[in-house]
């Protein structure tokens, strides 16, 4: 074998070696390519889940506070709701409370429901002597009515007549001056108690509105705001 074949099996060889490297590198480099895209996928549906998970975050946060929104724009409803309810329910108390002031006016009529509440207080104390006292403006009333009304109690009672004492010292506080007066005031009635003081029943005509008006209130709500929607 001469040179010259020498040479061309060398080149042949050499040709060779250079196509094997080209198409190895080929091949790295579409293995290359494909794991890249593959990567690249990977980051990107990892990326996408995230912005997803993100987004459904946000989302739940805002309708977490829609609702607290709403439940406390609702609370704030149902507050003023009631708050009107109240409003009307004492403006009606008020409005009684100011007949109850007519009351002592008709003397004739007042007379005997005093004589009432001193029965009605003794036969709750059924003490055998009692303390009482009135408004000052009542005590002329109240003494033109003791004996009558110790007498009912003690037929009611089947029992002896008790003694009474009225109270000639301290008075139940006067009627208002007017209507927009403050402070305490009495619109009529008596209080009677054990001589000891242990025993005392408040038969006032704004005590007796005041217990009356506890009693009745849920019956007044529901006649009153039975179509309301709590």
Known sequence: MNDADVSKQIQQMVRFIHQEAEEKANEISVAAEEEFNIEKLQLFEAEKKKIRQEYERKEKQVEIRKKIEYSMQLNASRIKVLQAQDDFVNSMKEAAAKELL??????????????????????????????????????????????PAKEEYAKKANARAPDIVIDNKIFLPPPPAHANAHGPYCSGGVVLASIDGKIVCENTLDARLDVVFRKKLPEIRRLLFAQVVA
């Open 102 to 147: 007519l009351v002592s006016n008709n003397h004739q009529s007042y007379e005997k429901l005093l004589k009432d509440l001193i029965v009605q207080s003794l036969l709750r104390l059924k003490e055998p002597a009692v303390l009482l006292r009135c408004r000052k403006d009542d005590h002329h009333l109240v003494e033109s009515v003791l004996n």
